[in-house]
């Protein structure tokens, strides 16, 4: 560690010292882990795939040499057929690139492979369930026009957003009742397991990852005790995710303690292509009136209750009120999907629904206040992202903040991977004057991909653009907050996955008090941060840089 990274580390750990001996009784390192994520990774498939793709061009040439001349012809016609369909293709650029490229290295592996995805029966069934599901939900989605003028009267700016909103998921924006941004899993998790302990009638838990520990042994007593008492209680987490840190089938488990359970696309040993469409969401909605969202998971290094990456930097929101509605849709249709039932029934959505009879009572609003969580104004908009539907809802968004921005866009993302337009907009916006700041971990989750963030550094940099590195660990939190006038906090990552091909969800709020705690938090974790110079980016090792630029060819199918 360099000189420079040993004082801002320093003089952070005395600033925090309290929490850091806190965290030194109590925090361990998770042993096991990694080497089960390494041998159920993409990674590993794909190298998998790779060898056995040499090993099939190796038995080709031994065995069919007589008649290679065949193969050669029938593999330039295939792969021709395929690049003109690639090409004419409706995908974003960097996919095609991250297509041709295996083609034309690999023939038979990455030609057959990208028939295969094409014409996955499994993933187009989901598809076609999904977008009815959607559809059900739009038409039932009430909108108060009155409320809509008003906001767009109050905020003419905002105009153009809210109609996107409304027209690529028929989302509407509600008046800002309560809102609370928590700064970290530590204050996150109590708050949620407060509310929990509240529910009188039914709890939605929907988690990208949930992994056996202190902070799930925690959530876990409680959803059991609310089941106990009737309260409806309905737990949904990501198959793939689970894979490494759940019992297989952990759902029949959680089904006995009298809690609803499912696993999204759980893995199964036939490869479908839409076990790579993830639900990266993280939503909790209580009773209709109470919901959170965030990047936090329901796991120990989330709180930093044990170590993993250094100190574990996240965030989270909590709002209340009619706006919840969303979440509950958001859930039903994931829990839809997730399960055999045909479509999602105009009374089930009806009876979760948040009413005007089912409101925050004078109490649990009192309650409310008294926990900083304070009367707002202005409005937010709840918005979940569908991989597949015409929309790019949370990359659109981002874009969006990027080009109105007048002043300043301060951005933390885990992961920098970027398409060509989304490079131009953050470029774009630098150029225009607007301060845009970046913060990135030090202490990076995947290595891979943060040295393939890393390859956009010095262009970014270069036009002006700020990127600086939380030196105590890692970040994982998820937010653009510009001009202390709109800001967004949820799951949706800087990079492909969460742009193309994942579920995911945020909270999209405009003039409320909670985005002045948003940039408060922001300016506080800058003083943990080291300023990433262009002549810092060149002192990068060169031999990795250099490895990291041809991953990033095939970075969107990582």
């Not at 096991?32 to 099939?56: C, D, E, P, S």
């Not at 905020?155 to 924006?173: Q, W």
């Amino acid at each position: 560690m360099k000189p420079d990274e040993l004082e801002i580390l320093e003089r952070w750990k005395k600033e925090n010292q309290n929490h850091l001996e806190k965290l030194k009784q109590t925090g361990k390192k998770i042993k096991g882990v990694g080497v089960l994520r390494m041998l159920f990774g993409r990674t590993t498939v794909v190298v998998v795939l790779i060898l056995l793709q040499a090993y099939v061009l190796y038995l080709m040439l031994v065995a069919a040499i007589d008649i290679s001349q065949y193969i050669n012809l029938s593999l330039s016609v295939l792969g021709f057929c395929i690049f003109v369909s690639i090409v004419n293709s409706d995908m974003n650029s960097s996919f095609k690139i991250a297509w041709i490229t295996p083609i034309l290295v690999f023939p038979v592996f990455g030609g057959f492979f990208y028939l295969y995805c094409e014409l996955d029966l499994g993933k187009r069934r989901l598809i076609k369930k999904t977008l009815k599901i959607e559809d059900i939900v739009s038409s039932q989605m009430k909108v108060d026009e009155r409320e809509q003028e008003h906001f767009r009267q109050e905020a003419p700016d905002e105009r153009g957003i809210l109609e996107y909103f409304r027209k690529s998921g028929n989302t509407p924006a509600f008046s800002c009742e309560y809102a609370q941004f928590f700064s970290s899993g530590e204050e996150k998790i109590p708050r949620l397991i407060e509310m929990l302990k509240k529910a009188k009638r039914f709890i939605f838990l929907e988690y990208f990852i949930i992994f056996e520990g202190s902070v799930w042994d925690d959530v876990l007593a409680v959803l059991k005790e609310k089941a106990a008492e009737g309260v409806e209680v309905r737990v949904l987490y990501d198959g793939m995710s689970s894979l490494t840190r759940l019992p297989i089938g952990y759902f029949k488990k959680l089904e006995k303690m009298g809690i609803h359970s499912r696993a999204f696309a759980p893995i199964r040993p036939v490869l479908s292509t839409y076990q790579n469409n993830r639900d990266h969401r993280k939503i909790v909605v209580i009773d209709g009136k109470v919901a959170f969202s965030g990047g936090i998971n329901l796991a120990d290094e989330y709180a930093n209750r044990i170590v993993r990456f250094g100190y574990w930097k996240d965030s989270g929101v909590m709002v209340a009120g009619e706006s919840v509605t969303a979440f509950t849709y958001m859930f039903l249709k994931m829990w839809t999907i997730a399960g055999k039932e045909p479509e999602l029934s105009e009374e089930e959505m009806k009876k979760y629904a948040y009413c005007h009879e089912n409101s925050l009572t004078l109490d649990e609003r009192t309650a409310l206040s008294e926990i900083r969580c304070r009367r707002e104004g202005g409005f937010v908009v709840p918005f979940g992202d569908n991989p597949y539907d015409d929309y790019l809802i949370g990359r659109t968004v981002y874009m969006d903040i990027l080009n109105r921005a007048q002043h300043y866009v301060h951005i933390m993302t885990p992961y920098l991977i970027l398409d060509d337009e989304m490079v131009t907009a953050l470029i774009y916006a630098a150029q225009r004057g607007v301060d845009v700041s970046i913060i990135m971990p030090h202490i990076p989750d995947k290595k891979l991909i943060y040295a393939v963030a890393r390859t956009y550094y010095k262009n970014l940099i270069r036009h002006g653009v700020k990127i600086y590195e939380f030196v105590p660990g890692f970040v994982h939190a998820k937010e653009f907050i510009s001009d202390g006038v709109r800001a967004t906090c949820g799951t949706i990552n800087l990079d492909y996955r969460s742009f193309y091909l994942h579920f995911e969800d945020a909270v999209y709020f405009s003039r409320v008090g909670i985005i002045d705690d948003m940039e408060a938090d922001f300016q506080k974790t800058l003083e943990a941060c080291e300023e990433i110079t262009l002549t810092r980016a060149e002192q990068f090792p060169k031999l990795f840089l250099l490895g990291s630029m041809f991953l990033r060819i095939i970075a969107p199918l990582l």
